[in-house]
């Protein structure tokens, strides 16, 4: 898997947001692999967000398999805008509030300051799983697609990392742990995030002198070591009754709309 762990190369349409903007910078992600690698692969999230990323893929490689994860929609939301609120992509704090703000978001208005793209915080485009999985089907064959049900995934990781070993045809690596990784999280001091999320210019000069003066390492092991410092692990307050009804009514095509193409009973996400 390539380092830059989500590229998001293919997503032409998502204007800024893509870390890797050309071929010869995509291709020099796996220059490390060998004859010993019979995969390589990079874990891109917003390829089934963006409208064309599934289609300049296949042109670029008519044999890539897709694997995509999906969860109810209306936690999967919910779960994005705290991530976005700690990677300073979102201001507002209060979910409910920000689903209302997509309307005018949409038209540029309101946006987060600095946002990479405003097509992060419309949520409701985000969670349109059914859409983006007739996208995918419609794109590559079935055979080269691997759906997955994080419902499935948290009740059986190990049962669902070994389907995705055998989608693959790569040897299984006989691993039996599979810790949580990706709690959510906030910073303690939202000023002091900002500032190692979204440097002012000034700052990344500094950066830029102290890793020339000092070493790249280092000044990347005291930039990951405030980080820990500024961050808690903490449960998202819940939505309320009202709100949650609202969303749930909201995704509910989509969701029908996935069940029907991954023939699984999902009325337990309503």
């Given at each position: 898997?390539?380092?830059?762990?989500?590229?998001?190369?293919?997503?032409?349409?998502?204007?800024?947001?893509?870390?890797?903007?050309?071929?010869?910078?995509?291709?020099?992600?796996?220059?490390?692999?060998?004859?010993?690698?019979?995969?390589?692969?990079?874990?891109?999230?917003?390829?089934?967000?963006?409208?064309v990323?599934?289609?300049?893929?296949?042109?670029?490689?008519?044999?890539?398999?897709?694997?995509?994860m999906?969860?109810n929609?209306?936690?999967?939301?919910?779960?994005?805008?705290?991530?976005?609120?700690?990677?300073?992509?979102?201001?507002?704090?209060?979910?409910?509030?920000?689903?209302?703000?997509?309307?005018?978001?949409?038209?540029?208005?309101?946006?987060?300051?600095?946002?990479?793209?405003?097509?992060?915080?419309?949520?409701?485009?985000?969670?349109?799983?059914?859409?983006?999985?007739?996208?995918?089907?419609?794109?590559?064959?079935?055979?080269?697609?691997?759906?997955?049900?994080?419902?499935?995934?948290?009740?059986?990781?190990?049962?669902?990392?070994?389907?995705?070993?055998?989608?693959?045809?790569?040897?299984?690596?006989?691993?039996?742990?599979?810790?949580?990784?990706?709690?959510?999280?906030?910073?303690?001091?939202?000023?002091?995030?900002?500032?190692?999320?979204?440097?002012?210019?000034?700052?990344?000069?500094?950066?830029?002198?102290?890793?020339?003066?000092?070493?790249?390492?280092?000044?990347?092991?005291?930039?990951?070591?405030?980080?820990?410092?500024?961050?808690?692990?903490e449960?998202?307050?819940?939505?309320?009754?009202e709100?949650?009804?609202?969303?749930?009514?909201?995704?509910?095509?989509?969701?029908?709309?996935?069940?029907?193409?991954?023939?699984?009973?999902?009325?337990h996400?309503?």
């Amino acid at each position: 898997m390539s380092e830059v762990k989500e590229p998001h190369f293919f997503a032409k349409d998502l204007g800024s947001y893509p870390r890797i903007k050309t071929l010869e910078d995509y291709t020099e992600l796996f220059t490390r692999s060998t004859d010993r690698h019979s995969s390589v692969g990079e874990a891109s999230v917003y390829y089934l967000r963006s409208a064309v990323a599934l289609a300049n893929i296949r042109a670029f490689n008519p044999e890539a398999k897709i694997i995509a994860m999906f969860r109810n929609p209306v936690d999967m939301v919910h779960s994005l805008h705290s991530q976005l609120l700690y990677w300073s992509e979102e201001v507002e704090r209060d979910f409910e509030a920000a689903w209302r703000l997509q309307e005018r978001r949409s038209r540029g208005l309101d946006l987060p300051p600095g946002s990479r793209g405003g097509f992060l915080v419309q949520y409701h485009e985000v969670g349109r799983f059914g859409t983006q999985t007739e996208r995918v089907l419609s794109v590559f064959p079935a055979e080269q697609v691997k759906l997955i049900l994080y419902d499935d995934f948290t009740a059986s990781p190990a049962s669902v990392y070994t389907d995705v070993v055998e989608f693959l045809k790569i040897p299984h690596d006989g691993r039996t742990e599979f810790p949580r990784i990706n709690e959510n999280k906030r910073a303690r001091m939202s000023w002091l995030r900002q500032l190692y999320r979204k440097p002012p210019v000034v700052l990344k000069s500094t950066v830029r002198s102290l890793k020339q003066a000092v070493g790249d390492e280092e000044i990347a092991g005291l930039q990951k070591k405030i980080v820990e410092l500024n961050t808690v692990k903490e449960r998202r307050p819940p939505l309320s009754a009202e709100f949650r009804a609202e969303l749930v009514n909201t995704f509910r095509d989509e969701v029908f709309l996935l069940s029907r193409l991954m023939n699984r009973d999902l009325s337990h996400w309503s």
